[in-house]
């Protein structure tokens, strides 16, 4: 997945927002909370950040192209990272993508959920 593909793909997901931030990443976010991060990566496939449930961290940790997230995962968070496509496609992340979208929209203040149109 390319830089354009991703911001494309988080772009179309509800209630989004995008800012440039951390050294030229490109933060999603939904509700104010932050669901995606891409970028660090010289290459054209930037390294993507997402939240993940507890049961798909300690699975995704171990594949290959995918790790614990720097900092994040380091506070106790449960985010990965994916590095390459080794063990990834763009397929399976985008479903990862949505589901973070849905984890951290969860997460929100029941107000700003139903706001959002987040509570169904």
């Excluded at 995008?18 to 290459?43: D, L, M, T």
């Excluded at 192209?65 to 985010?79: F, N």
Aim: glycine residues 10%; charged residues 25%; hydrophobic residues 40%.
């Amino acid at each position: 997945m390319t830089l354009d593909e991703y911001n494309a793909f988080c772009a179309s997901l509800p209630h989004t927002t995008h800012v440039v931030q951390w050294g030229g990443s490109h933060v999603w976010k939904v509700g104010g909370k932050v669901f995606a991060i891409g970028g660090w990566s010289r290459e054209e496939h930037p390294y993507i950040t997402f939240k993940v449930s507890d049961l798909a961290f300690d699975i995704l940790k171990e594949q290959p192209g995918l790790r614990p997230a720097p900092y994040l995962a380091s506070r106790g968070m449960k985010w990965i990272q994916r590095t390459s496509g080794e063990s990834m496609d763009a397929d399976a992340l985008e479903d990862y993508l949505r589901e973070s979208h849905r984890i951290v929209g969860a997460g929100l203040p029941k107000k700003v959920r139903v706001q959002l149109g987040l509570d169904s």
